[in-house]
Protein backbone atom coordinates (compact mmCIF):
# COMPACT_ATOMS: atom_id res chain seq x y z
CA UNK A 1 0.00 0.00 0.00
CA UNK A 2 1.45 3.55 -1.09
CA UNK A 3 2.47 5.54 1.36
CA UNK A 4 -0.25 8.37 2.16
CA UNK A 5 0.95 11.89 1.85
CA UNK A 6 2.01 13.48 5.02
CA UNK A 7 -0.27 15.82 6.57
CA UNK A 8 1.83 19.40 7.53
CA UNK A 9 0.81 22.19 8.55
CA UNK A 10 3.32 24.28 6.39
CA UNK A 11 1.76 22.60 3.24
CA UNK A 12 -1.94 22.44 4.46
CA UNK A 13 -3.28 24.46 1.50
CA UNK A 14 -6.70 25.78 3.90
CA UNK A 15 -4.37 27.17 6.72
CA UNK A 16 -1.61 28.31 4.18
CA UNK A 17 -3.39 29.88 1.57
CA UNK A 18 -5.54 31.37 3.90
CA UNK A 19 -2.22 32.67 5.74
CA UNK A 20 -0.78 34.31 2.37
CA UNK A 21 -4.28 35.81 2.23
CA UNK A 22 -3.99 37.66 5.05
CA UNK A 23 -0.40 38.64 4.07
CA UNK A 24 -1.21 40.07 0.53
CA UNK A 25 -4.23 42.33 2.31
CA UNK A 26 -1.45 43.36 4.96
CA UNK A 27 0.87 44.19 2.01
CA UNK A 28 -1.88 46.17 0.17
CA UNK A 29 -2.51 48.20 3.46
CA UNK A 30 0.56 49.47 4.31
CA UNK A 31 1.12 50.40 0.27
CA UNK A 32 -2.00 52.30 0.29
CA UNK A 33 -0.99 53.94 3.88
CA UNK A 34 1.79 54.85 2.40
CA UNK A 35 -0.06 56.46 -0.63
CA UNK A 36 -2.42 58.35 1.20
CA UNK A 37 0.40 59.63 3.49
CA UNK A 38 1.25 61.54 0.58
CA UNK A 39 -1.74 62.41 -1.03
CA UNK A 40 -0.49 65.87 -0.37
CA UNK A 41 2.87 65.77 -1.12
CA UNK A 42 3.48 67.25 -4.60
CA UNK A 43 4.77 65.27 -7.74
CA UNK A 44 4.22 61.91 -5.74
CA UNK A 45 3.76 59.21 -7.75
CA UNK A 46 1.24 56.32 -6.22
CA UNK A 47 2.20 52.49 -5.93
CA UNK A 48 0.18 49.68 -7.12
CA UNK A 49 0.23 46.29 -5.69
CA UNK A 50 -0.51 43.48 -7.33
CA UNK A 51 0.27 39.61 -7.16
CA UNK A 52 0.85 36.90 -9.55
CA UNK A 53 0.68 32.85 -8.80
CA UNK A 54 4.02 30.51 -9.12
CA UNK A 55 4.57 26.83 -8.65
CA UNK A 56 6.05 26.46 -5.09
CA UNK A 57 8.03 23.53 -3.90
CA UNK A 58 6.81 21.61 -0.66
CA UNK A 59 8.42 19.72 2.32
CA UNK A 60 7.40 16.10 0.48
CA UNK A 61 8.41 17.11 -3.25
CA UNK A 62 5.41 18.56 -4.70
CA UNK A 63 4.23 21.91 -5.62
CA UNK A 64 1.63 23.92 -4.87
CA UNK A 65 0.80 27.42 -6.81
CA UNK A 66 2.00 30.56 -4.12
CA UNK A 67 1.38 34.00 -4.83
CA UNK A 68 4.34 36.56 -5.09
CA UNK A 69 3.85 40.41 -4.85
CA UNK A 70 4.25 43.06 -7.97
CA UNK A 71 5.00 46.71 -6.79
CA UNK A 72 4.82 49.35 -9.28
CA UNK A 73 4.61 52.92 -9.98
CA UNK A 74 1.46 54.89 -11.01
CA UNK A 75 2.74 57.25 -13.23
CA UNK A 76 -0.30 59.13 -14.30
CA UNK A 77 -0.14 62.82 -14.07
CA UNK A 78 -1.61 64.61 -11.03
CA UNK A 79 -3.83 67.77 -11.11
CA UNK A 80 -2.12 71.53 -11.54
CA UNK A 81 -2.17 73.65 -8.52
CA UNK A 82 -1.52 77.44 -9.20
CA UNK A 83 0.97 78.99 -7.13
CA UNK A 84 2.06 82.08 -8.61
CA UNK A 85 5.98 81.53 -7.75
CA UNK A 86 7.70 82.02 -10.56
CA UNK A 87 10.64 79.78 -8.82
CA UNK A 88 7.81 76.67 -9.03
CA UNK A 89 7.42 74.41 -12.32
CA UNK A 90 5.06 71.73 -13.28
CA UNK A 91 5.54 69.63 -16.50
CA UNK A 92 2.43 68.80 -18.64
CA UNK A 93 2.75 65.63 -20.16
CA UNK A 94 5.61 63.33 -19.78
CA UNK A 95 9.01 63.66 -18.29
CA UNK A 96 11.35 64.58 -15.12
CA UNK A 97 13.49 67.11 -13.40
CA UNK A 98 17.13 66.24 -13.20
CA UNK A 99 18.69 66.82 -10.42
CA UNK A 100 22.08 66.07 -8.87
CA UNK A 101 22.25 64.49 -5.42
CA UNK A 102 24.33 62.92 -3.15
CA UNK A 103 24.23 59.55 -4.73
CA UNK A 104 23.85 60.37 -8.00
CA UNK A 105 21.77 61.79 -11.16
CA UNK A 106 18.10 61.78 -9.81
CA UNK A 107 14.79 62.19 -11.59
CA UNK A 108 11.53 63.93 -9.94
CA UNK A 109 7.78 65.76 -10.87
CA UNK A 110 8.42 67.88 -7.67
CA UNK A 111 9.19 71.31 -9.08
CA UNK A 112 8.95 73.49 -6.05
CA UNK A 113 12.11 74.65 -6.32
CA UNK A 114 14.02 77.41 -4.56
CA UNK A 115 17.58 79.13 -5.22
CA UNK A 116 20.94 78.40 -2.67
CA UNK A 117 22.90 81.02 -1.16
CA UNK A 118 24.81 80.71 -4.69
CA UNK A 119 21.88 81.71 -6.54
CA UNK A 120 21.27 77.92 -7.65
CA UNK A 121 17.95 76.15 -8.45
CA UNK A 122 17.59 73.81 -5.83
CA UNK A 123 14.89 71.06 -4.31
CA UNK A 124 13.77 71.93 -1.07
CA UNK A 125 16.36 69.61 0.02
CA UNK A 126 18.97 71.31 -1.34
CA UNK A 127 20.11 69.18 -4.38
CA UNK A 128 20.48 71.41 -7.54
CA UNK A 129 18.52 71.09 -10.52
CA UNK A 130 19.97 70.23 -13.98
CA UNK A 131 19.68 72.58 -16.82
CA UNK A 132 21.97 71.95 -20.08
CA UNK A 133 23.99 69.00 -17.85
CA UNK A 134 24.62 71.18 -14.79
CA UNK A 135 23.37 73.62 -12.36
CA UNK A 136 20.95 76.28 -13.18
CA UNK A 137 22.19 79.46 -11.76
CA UNK A 138 19.64 82.73 -11.80
CA UNK A 139 20.76 86.20 -10.97
CA UNK A 140 17.87 88.98 -11.67
CA UNK A 141 20.01 91.72 -11.70
CA UNK A 142 17.63 94.55 -12.87
CA UNK A 143 14.25 93.25 -11.36
CA UNK A 144 12.75 92.09 -14.31
CA UNK A 145 12.26 88.82 -12.89
CA UNK A 146 12.82 85.29 -14.23
CA UNK A 147 10.64 83.35 -17.09
CA UNK A 148 10.57 79.99 -17.94
CA UNK A 149 9.01 79.40 -21.43
CA UNK A 150 7.30 76.13 -22.71
CA UNK A 151 10.14 74.02 -23.46
CA UNK A 152 12.04 74.94 -20.11
CA UNK A 153 14.18 77.97 -21.18
CA UNK A 154 15.31 80.50 -18.42
CA UNK A 155 15.56 83.77 -18.88
CA UNK A 156 16.70 86.18 -16.40
CA UNK A 157 16.60 89.85 -17.81
CA UNK A 158 14.88 88.90 -21.03
CA UNK A 159 18.58 87.12 -21.65
CA UNK A 160 17.81 83.49 -21.85
CA UNK A 161 20.33 82.12 -19.58
CA UNK A 162 19.48 77.85 -19.08
CA UNK A 163 17.50 75.21 -20.59
CA UNK A 164 16.06 72.43 -18.04
CA UNK A 165 16.73 69.21 -18.47
CA UNK A 166 13.67 67.48 -18.65
CA UNK A 167 13.92 63.80 -19.54
CA UNK A 168 12.19 61.16 -20.30
CA UNK A 169 12.28 57.19 -20.66
CA UNK A 170 10.65 55.15 -22.69
CA UNK A 171 10.26 52.09 -19.81
CA UNK A 172 9.71 54.46 -17.05
CA UNK A 173 9.03 51.16 -15.00
CA UNK A 174 12.50 50.28 -14.77
CA UNK A 175 12.98 53.40 -12.33
CA UNK A 176 13.51 53.23 -8.70
CA UNK A 177 12.24 54.77 -5.98
CA UNK A 178 15.20 56.59 -3.55
CA UNK A 179 13.27 58.48 -1.42
CA UNK A 180 12.12 62.17 -1.12
CA UNK A 181 10.41 62.27 -3.89
CA UNK A 182 13.17 60.77 -6.23
CA UNK A 183 14.17 58.09 -9.06
CA UNK A 184 16.96 56.55 -9.93
CA UNK A 185 17.66 55.65 -13.29
CA UNK A 186 21.04 53.89 -12.23
CA UNK A 187 21.94 50.10 -12.75
CA UNK A 188 18.47 49.49 -14.62
CA UNK A 189 19.38 49.52 -18.06
CA UNK A 190 16.90 52.81 -18.56
CA UNK A 191 18.05 55.15 -21.31
CA UNK A 192 17.20 58.81 -20.72
CA UNK A 193 15.76 60.84 -23.85
CA UNK A 194 14.28 64.40 -24.34
CA UNK A 195 10.95 65.26 -23.02
CA UNK A 196 7.66 65.97 -25.40
CA UNK A 197 5.99 67.56 -22.06
CA UNK A 198 5.91 71.10 -21.68
CA UNK A 199 6.73 73.83 -18.46
CA UNK A 200 3.84 75.21 -16.75
CA UNK A 201 5.76 78.33 -14.54
CA UNK A 202 4.09 79.22 -11.54
CA UNK A 203 2.32 75.69 -10.92
CA UNK A 204 2.86 72.68 -9.11
CA UNK A 205 1.74 69.04 -9.98
CA UNK A 206 -0.02 67.97 -7.07
CA UNK A 207 -0.02 64.14 -5.69
CA UNK A 208 -2.00 61.75 -8.47
CA UNK A 209 -3.02 59.90 -4.97
CA UNK A 210 -7.04 59.86 -4.88
CA UNK A 211 -8.22 59.81 -1.46
CA UNK A 212 -11.87 59.53 -1.71
CA UNK A 213 -10.87 56.39 -3.97
CA UNK A 214 -8.14 55.56 -1.17
CA UNK A 215 -11.12 55.24 1.38
CA UNK A 216 -13.17 52.92 -0.81
CA UNK A 217 -10.05 50.83 -1.12
CA UNK A 218 -9.71 50.73 2.35
CA UNK A 219 -13.04 49.58 2.79
CA UNK A 220 -12.66 46.61 0.66
CA UNK A 221 -9.45 45.67 1.97
CA UNK A 222 -11.59 45.33 5.50
CA UNK A 223 -14.12 43.21 4.55
CA UNK A 224 -11.66 40.67 2.14
CA UNK A 225 -9.71 40.83 5.86
CA UNK A 226 -13.45 39.73 7.79
CA UNK A 227 -13.66 37.32 5.18
CA UNK A 228 -10.49 35.58 4.87
CA UNK A 229 -10.64 35.42 9.18
CA UNK A 230 -13.96 33.50 8.44
CA UNK A 231 -12.24 31.13 6.05
CA UNK A 232 -9.33 30.74 8.34
CA UNK A 233 -11.35 29.96 11.47
CA UNK A 234 -13.53 27.29 9.32
CA UNK A 235 -10.23 24.99 8.58
CA UNK A 236 -9.82 25.23 12.75
CA UNK A 237 -13.59 24.40 13.15
CA UNK A 238 -12.95 21.49 10.35
CA UNK A 239 -9.53 20.08 12.25
CA UNK A 240 -11.69 20.61 15.65
CA UNK A 241 -13.97 17.71 14.38
CA UNK A 242 -11.31 15.65 12.65
CA UNK A 243 -9.65 15.40 16.00
CA UNK A 244 -12.77 15.47 18.82
CA UNK A 245 -15.44 13.59 16.76
CA UNK A 246 -14.01 11.61 13.57
CA UNK A 247 -11.11 10.35 15.49
CA UNK A 248 -13.34 9.30 18.68
CA UNK A 249 -13.68 5.35 18.64
CA UNK A 250 -17.12 4.26 19.01
Known amino acids: MPALPILHPHTRLGHIEGLEGVRMLERKLEVLANNVANSNTPGFKKERLTFEEYYLDQLDASKRTA ?3 I ?6 QGGFKQTNNPLDLAIDGEGF ?7 GKAFTRAGHFT ?3 SNELVTPEGYKVLGNGGPITLEDTTGKGVWVNREGHFYVDETEVAALDIVAFDNPDSLKKIGRNLFSAEGTGAQERSAEGKVAQGFIEDSNVNPVESMVVLIDLYRAYEAMQRAMQACDELDDKAINQV ?3 G
Request: charged fraction near 25%.
Open 67 to 69: KGE
Open 71 to 76: EATDFS
Open 97 to 103: FAVETPF
Open 115 to 117: LNA
Open 247 to 249: GKV
